[in-house]
């Protein structure tokens, strides 16, 4: 299994495969998603894409920098972008030193997440500028205009100079971009913040991409690709895939549900899928390049709704899409994020009873437990209709784990309205959480909203959040010592005979194994002890799969 699966990934994604055990912890935001890291260098990336064939149409040897901030969405645009890179012949590397081409892939989901990207144009500032600034700002002045621009973690003005001559010496002349989430947001905006930026270009106009940069390099000196009117979703003919274990597909593009703190409506633009013939022809390439596991991604994958008909008029359903990816010979695991509360119907837990290869796990995010709060929120949901949804899949055939996100101290939200949060962790008992302290984002209509939660309260909800759901993980995971869980190896630690993978139910599993090639295959392992966020086990068997 091992042997076949290396050789189709090299003709897709160029991935090899090494990558340490993690080492998993509960912390604001996180939870479900701690995993092992995996990937091949990006030198090896570019020798298999090569190998794969792609056309260089004579920009052999131009080099690009791709650095991803935000969610998996993201960091399967980032993908694409890669790909559409890789086909012009543009080379990746490995630090923006060495690139021609720098562009940050960014989030602007929270504040946090939006700071970050200035602080990365910041370190970028070209040489004759930052000079300048020198003069103008002599010394200890510089330090405070440059936190304006938010150069993270300079202590003194000689520090400073340091990184201006290594970094920003040789950011001159090269194109800067900015894509995704802050550049919808701020568009035009960024090249004031920061004129050394060639480069701005939304989520929704990706496919544009090439044309905006072939603009850059015919002497253009700014370029946008902001557009968010657009019916088109960002397909390419090559996606450099990062993950040799998980193939990610975009179902659904944008957000038509309008919740009032959320910013993806105005940075992804409406609701837009992708047609279901397109999708299954995909994931068959995908099944024959050696890919077994595939998670269809979108803000709200459930309202997937697919644009032409398959026969007679027939549109498939959401949840008919589901079992005919399962259903495609050689996938043996299919996964699903995020789904909308208002679209999750008894459709999509029978479907994953009928079919094995649908992962038992489902990420439902309810944001509040408190009817008021998510009227407020705009989230088309009371809490007893959300505990409806939950009692589907806990009436399902076979269990299925579910987390969720939540968002503490929302404008208005009461003592009451947070032990209305915590008495539903109670009730649902999540397998994991994402939870997230209120961030007000431009644009939205809760920024308007009194009663305005002091950031140290959220902070104190947000502790309490946590060690309530750390205590239902430990408990829950408990519960799974002794039993034998079917795992796909997906992470090798340094540590000798260390191993990690993920269960259907997108555990983290580390164990124990003197084998000497795992990695991609499908193993039973026996839980021998538990963690919050992760199983501790030993493998007990290798899973075989007939011909399928
Ligand atoms: N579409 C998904 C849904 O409806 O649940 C979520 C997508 S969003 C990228 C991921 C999570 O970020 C949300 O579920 C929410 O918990 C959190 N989030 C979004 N906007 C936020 C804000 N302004 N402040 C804090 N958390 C936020
Ligand atoms: Fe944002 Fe709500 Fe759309 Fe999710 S459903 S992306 S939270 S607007």
Same mark, same amino acid.
């Given at each position: ?12 994604? *160029? ?7 993690? $080492? ?36 052999? $040897?131009?080099?690009?920098?791709l650095?991803?901030?935000?969610? /998996?969405?993201n960091?399967?645009d980032s993908?694409k972008v890669?790909?559409v890179l ?11 030193? %060495?690139?021609?081409v720098?562009l940050y892939n960014t989030?602007?989901? &929270? ?13 970028? &500032? ?15 002045? !510089?330090?405070?205009? =440059? ?28 194109i800067i971009g900015v894509l995704g989430c802050v550049a919808q947001q701020e568009g035009e905006?960024i090249f ?5 930026v060639s480069l701005v270009c939304g989520s929704a106009s990706y496919r544009k991409l090439p044309q905006l940069i072939a603009e850059l390099?015919?002497?253009n000196?700014r370029v946008t690709g902001l557009d968010t009117?657009t019916?088109?979703?960002f ?32 940075t992804r633009g ?15 390439? !995908?099944?024959? %390049? ?30 008919? +899409? ?5 259903? #495609?010979? $050689?996938? &043996? ?11 999750? *119907? ?13 992962? =038992? ?50 404008? $208005? ?10 008495? !539903?962790?109670?009730?649902? /008992? ?19 909203? %009194? ?27 408990? &519960?799974?010592? *002794? ?35 795992? +990695?991609?295959?499908? #193993? /039973? ?24």
């Amino acid at each position: 299994m091992g042997k076949t699966f290396d050789i189709g990934l090299e003709r897709l994604t *160029g991935a090899g495969v090494s990558g340490p055990v993690s $080492g998993p912890d509960v912390s604001e935001g996180a939870g479900m998603e701690a995993s092992a890291t995996v990937g091949a260098s990006i030198e090896e990336k570019n020798r298999t894409l090569k190998t794969a064939g792609c056309g260089t149409h004579g920009l052999e $040897g131009e080099t690009f920098y791709l650095e991803t901030f935000g969610c /998996q969405m993201n960091d399967h645009d980032s993908e694409k972008v890669a790909g559409v890179l890789l086909a012009r012949g543009y080379r990746q590397v490995e630090t923006p030193e %060495a690139a021609k081409v720098i562009l940050y892939n960014t989030c602007s989901i &929270r504040e946090k997440a939006a700071q970050k990207v200035f602080s990365r144009l910041g370190e970028l &500032r070209p040489v004759e500028e930052a000079e300048r600034k020198w003069i103008e700002d002599n010394g200890a002045g !510089l330090k405070r205009a =440059d936190r304006e621009i938010g150069v993270p973690g300079v202590e003194d003005a000689e520090q400073w100079a340091g990184r201006v001559k290594t970094r920003r010496l040789q950011s001159a002349g090269k194109i800067i971009g900015v894509l995704g989430c802050v550049a919808q947001q701020e568009g035009e905006g960024i090249f004031e913040r920061a004129p050394w930026v060639s480069l701005v270009c939304g989520s929704a106009s990706y496919r544009k991409l090439p044309q905006l940069i072939a603009e850059l390099e015919a002497g253009n000196r700014r370029v946008t690709g902001l557009d968010t009117d657009t019916d088109e979703t960002f397909e390419t003919e090559i996606t450099r895939r990062d993950n040799p274990f998980r193939a990610y597909l975009t179902i659904i593009e944008g957000c038509d549900k309008a919740c009032s703190y959320c910013v993806v409506p105005f940075t992804r633009g409406p609701e837009r899928s992708r047609a279901s013939a397109s999708i299954l022809e995909e994931v068959r390439q !995908l099944a024959e %390049a050696g890919y077994s596991e595939v998670q269809l991604l979108g803000q709200t994958v459930n309202s997937y709704a697919d644009p032409t008909p398959i026969s007679k008029g027939r549109k498939m359903r959401f949840s008919e +899409l589901l079992a005919a990816v399962a259903e #495609v010979r $050689g996938i &043996r695991r299919v996964r699903f994020t995020t789904s909308h509360p208002r679209d999750f *119907g008894k459709d999509i837990v029978e479907a994953i009873e009928a079919h094995p290869t649908i992962c =038992d796990h489902v990420h439902l995010p309810v944001q509040s437990g408190s009817t008021a709060v998510l009227r407020a929120m705009a989230r088309t949901y009371t809490r007893e209709e959300y505990l409806e949804k939950i009692a589907l899949m806990k009436a399902a055939k076979r269990p299925i784990s579910i987390t969720t996100d939540m968002i503490v101290g929302f404008p $208005g939200e009461t003592e009451r309205d947070f032990e209305e949060t915590l008495s !539903l962790l109670d009730e649902v /008992q999540y397998d994991s959480v994402f939870a997230f302290k209120y961030s007000p984002r431009p644009n939205t209509p809760s920024l308007k909203m %009194a009663d305005a939660i002091p950031e140290e309260e959220k902070g104190r909800r947000l502790a309490i959040l946590m060690d309530r759901q750390r205590e239902i993980q430990r408990v829950r995971n408990e &519960r799974t010592v *002794g039993e034998t869980f079917e795992v796909l190896v997906d992470g090798k630690s340094r540590r000798e005979n260390q191993w990690s993978g993920h269960t259907s139910s997108n555990r983290v599993v580390n164990f124990a194994s003197p084998e000497q090639e795992l +990695l991609g295959d499908y #193993v /039973q392992v026996k839980v021998v002890s538990a963690m919050p966020n992760s199983l501790v086990g030993e493998m007990v068997g290798r899973v075989e799969f007939g011909n399928q």
